[in-house]
């Protein structure tokens, strides 16, 4: 479809997400769906939300959950969020904190405040889709931010507009499943001072770890270089949709204070506030509950894990490569080149009933063809086992 005349130009950059259009064949009966990075509903705390918003409603709660509130967010839920923050290694205040609705209203927020049009903004190749969606808007280019391996290969080529931000996902990447390790934490810290750039760290998986030690947050670790969170440039945004619910809207972020300021008013001039309800809901369910819940989440993740790796060694032909995270809900297979995922895909619905994300929607420059996205995190283990088992059939024949 053609622009109509009096949109802006931002408007001729936003496509449909190939994500959202496919995630709407997925209703029909027998499909097995690795696509759609979604928790699995069986694992939201929904007795603990039942409770929390039966008392948002009562008497002594009603007339302040149903009312406007602050545009910086809910101070009780900014205080637990301060002391998660420091359990994670982060030392901050609740003025360092912002609530959000979702994490995803953070990145187009940071796209917002950031990104003048042609200024540079560095991702991985691949990143996470939504957050090339939600920059995108601010007319940017994308160059790129090379993964895991070490200070020397975080190169930024030389471009035209200034680099404002580099974005990434440190802890099991959407769509990688990779993680950055220490030291690769340390070189972006580097390259960001080398660039005079902010650095955006989501951090929406973080809490989901299944085995190996936690690595600090790149926050966390500027903070020990600087001394004060006043002094970093790493903008860390945290999300409750994985570990809590995605349905409820609510994420953070955490930053130093003229950057929250500067939020805040992007706030609210967008939308005032995050919904008062949901912020109270939220705060009384994490104190309730966030650190009983997280293992039981973790639990079930893993085993699901686990079950897909194994059943990837058994059935996936030679010459087929996927990586091996340790944590969140997403495996990334590399299929021999020459073959191309969203092929793959249509032979796959059509023959076997079996869904997944071809992977170049996830590249900037729509390279990536031979790659795919599996997401573990909402089937059972015997429907993944059949699943992966109907994908090996696809690929030999
Ligand atoms: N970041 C990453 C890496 C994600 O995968 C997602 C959700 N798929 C988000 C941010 C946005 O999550 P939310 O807005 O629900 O917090």
Redesign the pocket.
């Known amino acids: 479809m053609s622009q109509h005349p009096l949109f802006a130009t931002r408007a001729s950059r936003m496509k449909a997400s190939e994500i959202r259009e496919l995630l709407k064949l997925l209703d029909q009966p027998g499909i097995i769906s690795f696509a759609g990075?979604i928790p699995d509903p069986a694992l939201f705390p929904a007795d603990a939300f039942a409770q929390a918003f039966q008392q948002a409603l009562g008497p002594e709660l009603q007339a302040q959950a149903l009312q406007y509130s602050v545009s910086e967010g809910y101070v009780p839920l900014r205080q637990w969020l301060a002391q998660h923050m420091r359990e994670i290694g982060v030392a901050c205040d609740i003025d360092n904190i912002l609530i959000t609705?979702?994490?995803?209203?953070a990145?187009d927020y940071l796209g917002k405040l950031f990104l003048s049009p042609g200024d540079t903004a560095l991702v991985g190749w691949p990143t996470?889709l939504?957050?090339l969606a939600a920059f995108n808007a601010y007319e940017p280019r994308f160059d790129r931010l090379n993964g895991n391996q070490g200070a020397k290969e975080y190169k930024a080529t030389a471009g035209e507009g200034a680099v404002k931000f580099a974005y990434l996902?440190a802890d099991f990447?959407?769509p990688t499943g990779e993680t950055v390790d220490l030291q690769g934490r340390e070189a972006l810290l580097d390259l960001a001072e080398e660039l005079d750039s902010a650095l955006i760290e989501?951090g929406?998986?973080q809490a989901l770890r299944y085995d190996g030690d936690p690595i600090p947050p790149i926050l966390s670790l500027e903070q020990a270089r600087k001394g004060s969170i006043e002094d970093c440039r790493t903008i860390y945004?945290g999300?409750?949709?994985?570990t809590l619910s995605?349905g409820l809207?609510?994420?953070w972020v955490v930053a130093s204070k003229p950057v929250i300021s500067q939020m805040v008013l992007l706030k609210q001039a967008a939308d005032l506030h995050s919904a008062t309800i949901n912020q109270m809901a939220v705060h009384q369910v994490a104190q309730a509950c966030f650190d009983t819940h997280i293992p039981k989440v973790r639990n079930v993740y893993r085993a699901r894990r686990d079950v897909m790796l194994n059943a990837m060694e058994q059935h996936m032909p030679d010459g087929v490569d996927w990586t091996r995270p340790e944590g969140g809900m997403f495996i990334w297979v590399t299929l021999p080149e020459g073959m191309v995922g969203s092929d793959l895909l249509a032979r796959a619905l059509d023959t076997v009933k079996v869904a997944f994300v071809p992977g170049q929607a996830f590249f900037p420059d729509g390279s990536g063809a031979n790659t795919i996205r599996l997401s573990f995190s909402n089937s059972d283990e015997a429907t993944i086992r059949e699943g992966i088992r109907r994908l090996g059939e696809v690929l030999r024949a």
């Open positions: 990075g609705s979702g994490s995803q209203q990145l996470y939504g957050a996902s990447a959407n989501d929406a998986y945004c999300s409750f949709s994985k995605p809207r609510m994420g």
